[in-house]
């Protein structure tokens, strides 16, 4: 089964940084991974993500301060918050299109979330 797993969400102050991990597992070949953000009462809305040749794609809100990175080897990718804005404060959940091999079809994940507050 495949699992998406989160890390590195807390609390910050404003102007300051968090590198947020995802780790995905299972029979599985990534096509692309990458971070949406929610907070109560909108919609989710796409961060960055990054395909398996190494594009990637940037909300205009976080472009010049967040960076995407993947490490293909362990099946991970890394989302580099810098110059963190109160506006930031949502929970960020990593997601994957991956081919199931389990399943033997293309298959899109979530992760639980992990939660990034931007505070003084």
């Known amino acids: 089964q495949v699992q998406l797993v989160e890390s590195g969400g807390g609390l910050v102050q404003p102007g300051g940084s968090l590198r947020l991990s995802c780790a995905a597992s299972?029979?599985?070949?990534?096509?692309?991974m990458g971070w949406y953000r929610q907070v109560p009462g909108k919609e989710r809305e796409l961060v960055a993500n990054i395909r398996s040749a190494g594009s990637t794609n940037y909300a205009d809100s976080v472009k010049g301060r967040f960076t995407i990175s993947r490490d293909n080897a362990k099946n991970t990718v890394y989302l580099q918050m810098n110059n963190l804005k109160p506006e930031d404060t949502a929970i960020y959940y990593c997601?994957?299109?991956?081919?199931?091999?389990?399943?033997?079809?293309?298959?899109?994940?979530w992760g639980k979330g992990t939660l990034v507050t931007v505070s003084s």
């Open positions: 299972g029979r599985l070949r990534i096509n692309a």
């Open positions: 997601n994957a299109d991956v081919w199931d091999w389990n399943l033997d079809r293309a298959m899109n994940y």
